[in-house]
Every structure is written in structure tokens, then in C-alpha cells.
């Protein structure tokens, strides 16, 4: 079946602008994870849903990061006010009920904010 | 909070050889998980092997074995007869404590020599 899949693959913004990156997780898979990988780095948490709710939040960084995952399959992560900062590979990953601790990773969106 | 550790920034094989790549972390919390996963250059993160702590046997993956040592806190990765793909990132993860969040070290990158 199909995997993770992401969009964009890479995204170029200027500083200031809003963002957008969409997750697509595995069919039927109900958790879905985000993580930020930055250069020379392991990635780093950031939110995961388990249906439509953030079951834990505590890795966004600030106010300026938001996710939703409005019918509990696709989430959107929105970066308002980008920094230069925030110019890192953005990952998506899927789980499901009946193994929850395998996670399944999307290829990506390279994020560069100029 | 948890701890992921990885001390070879880069390590090198030659193909059909043996390596294995060393992970230590620190956790207060007696249910966790761990997990290698392999990342190369096409960026998506590849789940190779996963060990329960709770299990004493060390887990197998065809090529791919982990020696889990739970007293020491360490579990390495060993990777038999070496092939030119296995050349990448890896990362050693953990997660537990009933969070479904992964902690990644920095990586190993592995170099496979013809």
C-alpha cells in the first residue's frame, strides 16, 4: 500500500511569509507524529495527534508553529512569521492502533526560509 | 527528560565486512522501546529493528542484530556482510514511559567501501 507522503518536497520562503506543509499518512493509521530534523542533527518531536486531537504538543517551539488534523487523516503544520531559524527538513510519520510504537516516516519537506 | 547518545559521528565498512554502531541512553522509566532507523540521502527515515526492553533476547533482522544490554543502558547495531546499500544516516531512537514520542541521537553516518 501507499506510505507517508508529503507535499511539498521542498518549500522556499522569505522571512516573514507563512507556510504550510501537508502530511498524508498511511490509510487507516490513526496516530501521526511531527518532527523537525535540522542539518547534522536526529530529529526532533514537535506534535502528534492520535485522531483529530494533539494528544502532546510539547515540542512546537513557539506560538508561531500550529497543527491540525481537522477529519483525523491528512494535518497541515502552518509556520506563521517564519525565521530563518526555522529552515530545517520537516517529517511526517504514521502509526497504528495495533503497533503503536512502530512508526512509519514520509520523505519529508525541506523548508528554506531566506 | 530521556537521552539519546550516539558517540561515532561517522563510521566506515568494507562491503561484505561487519560493523556495529554503538547507542547509549539514559531513561528513568522501566517500559520503553528502542529502534534503529536508517535515513539516506533520499531523506526518508527506514525503520531497521526494534527491541522491547522487556524482552531479554536481542531482536534480528536478517542482516541487522542489536546486542541490548538494559543494565548498561547501551544498544548497538550490528550490521553483517556489509552491502554498498547500506551506506547512510543512522539513527538510534527511543520511546516509552507511555509516551508515543520518539528521542533520536545524532546519527552515525555509514560509509560501505567496494
Known amino acids: 500500500g501507499a506510505g507517508v507522503s508529503q507535499t511539498p518536497s521542498n518549500k522556499v520562503t522569505e522571512k516573514g511569509k507563512y507556510v504550510e506543509l501537508r502530511c498524508d499518512p498511511i490509510?487507516?493509521?490513526?496516530?501521526l507524529y511531527w518532527y523537525r530534523q535540522s542539518l547534522g542533527q536526529g530529529p526532533e518531536f514537535l506534535i502528534y495527534f492520535q485522531g483529530t486531537g494533539a494528544a502532546d504538543d510539547s515540542g512546537l517551539p513557539n506560538d508561531r508553529f500550529f497543527a491540525v488534523r481537522p477529519e483525523g487523516s491528512v494535518s497541515t503544520l502552518k509556520i506563521q512569521r517564519t525565521e530563518r531559524g526555522d529552515s530545517a527538513v520537516y517529517l511526517c510519520a504514521s502509526s497504528s492502533t495495533s503497533a503503536p510504537y512502530e512508526q512509519y516516516f514520509g520523505p519529508g519537506t525541506r523548508l528554506t526560509v531566506t | 527528560a530521556q537521552t539519546v547518545t550516539q558517540s561515532q559521528p561517522e563510521m566506515s565498512v568494507q562491503e561484505a565486512e561487519t560493523v556495529t554502531l554503538s547507542c547509549t541512553y539514559d531513561t528513568s522509566e522501566s517500559d520503553y522501546y528502542l529502534f534503529w532507523y536508517k535515513q539516506p540521502p533520499s531523506r526518508q527515515m527506514i525503520l531497521v529493528i526494534r527491541?522491547?526492553?522487556?524482552?531479554?533476547q536481542n531482536a534480528t533482522e536478517n542482516r541487522f542484530s542489536v546486542n541490548f544490554q538494559k543494565a548498561a543502558k547501551s544498544f548497538s547495531l550490528k550490521i553483517s556482510d556489509s552491502q554498498l546499500g547500506d551506506a547512510a544516516m543512522y539513527f538510534c531512537a527511543w520511546c516509552g514511559g507511555g509516551s508515543e514520542k520518539l528521542v533520536f541521537g545524532k546519527g552515525t553516518k555509514l560509509t560501505v567501501n567496494p
Open positions: 490509510s487507516g493509521h490513526t496516530a
Open positions: 527491541q522491547e526492553a522487556y524482552k531479554q
